[in-house]
């Protein structure tokens, strides 16, 4: 069966550091997705990126974020200079369609763990 | 706003009873879908259920919806200890993006 697959698993860097996630989505999906966990808390929406831009992003999503999708398969998330609440897991995901009133379900990646020190 | 607050917050329960977590929330939908999430993994899809639907049915998954109160509950029969995980809903904006809620922590039993 089809996954979303993300690189790594598990991330540590020092704040201030610039930090690229990397995921794949799944083959024939056209929207992209990119959601933060910070721990013990609710999953939250960063972005979502269709048709090579951006289509929404959240008040979390500032300067600092970015996304590309650099080839046909994967799709990025940059952090350019890391803080200390950045630490999360991060997760990418894709799905088939993502119009307005239509019901798709978005597959998710295992995550991300990022560790800002 | 909040969208998908569910409760309870945590459940623990015995292997074989039966697992009934609710969600609420605030805005009209188009949808709205129940995920579950194992300790540190990511979020796999349980089901989705469409604002016109009442009621739909999935192996041991049985989740409602009532639009009229904003509210979905989501009933695991026969619970078994695989089922110990983190269950969230999530509504789906208009643009397609989830919104999810704090989730319920089920602990099953063995």
């Known amino acids: 069966e089809p996954e979303v697959t993300q690189t790594p698993s598990h991330q540590v860097t020092q704040m201030g550091q610039e930090v690229i996630l990397r995921c794949v989505p799944i083959?024939?999906?056209?929207?992209f997705y990119w959601y933060r966990q910070i721990l013990g808390q609710k999953v939250e929406f960063l972005v979502s990126?269709?048709?090579?831009?951006?289509?929404?992003k959240s008040e979390i999503f500032d300067d600092q974020f970015s996304v590309e999708r650099p080839d046909g398969s994967n799709f990025t998330l940059k952090i350019r200079s890391t803080k200390l609440e950045d630490s999360a897991m991060y997760f990418c995901?894709?799905?088939?369609?993502?119009?307005?009133?239509?019901?798709?379900?978005?597959?998710f990646g295992p995550g991300t763990r990022l560790t800002v020190t | 706003s909040q969208q998908g607050e569910e409760d309870p917050q945590a459940l623990s329960i015995q292997e074989g009873e039966n697992a009934t977590m609710n969600c609420s929330y605030k805005t009209s939908i188009n949808n709205l879908q129940w995920y579950r999430q194992n300790s540190g993994r990511g979020l796999v899809h349980l089901i989705l259920?469409?604002?016109?639907?009442r009621e739909k049915h999935s192996g041991r998954l049985r989740v409602t919806l009532d639009t009229s109160k904003k509210s979905s509950s989501l009933l695991i029969t026969a619970s078994r200890a695989a089922d110990t995980a983190s269950y969230f809903c999530a509504t789906t904006s208009n643009t397609g993006k989830l919104i999810f809620g704090q989730g319920t922590t089920l602990q099953v039993k063995p």
């Open positions: 990126f269709y048709n090579n831009e951006i289509s929404e």
């Open positions: 995901a894709s799905s088939v369609g993502g119009t307005a009133g239509v019901a798709y379900e978005q597959y």
């Open positions: 083959s024939n999906h056209l929207y």
């Open positions: 259920i469409r604002s016109n639907e």
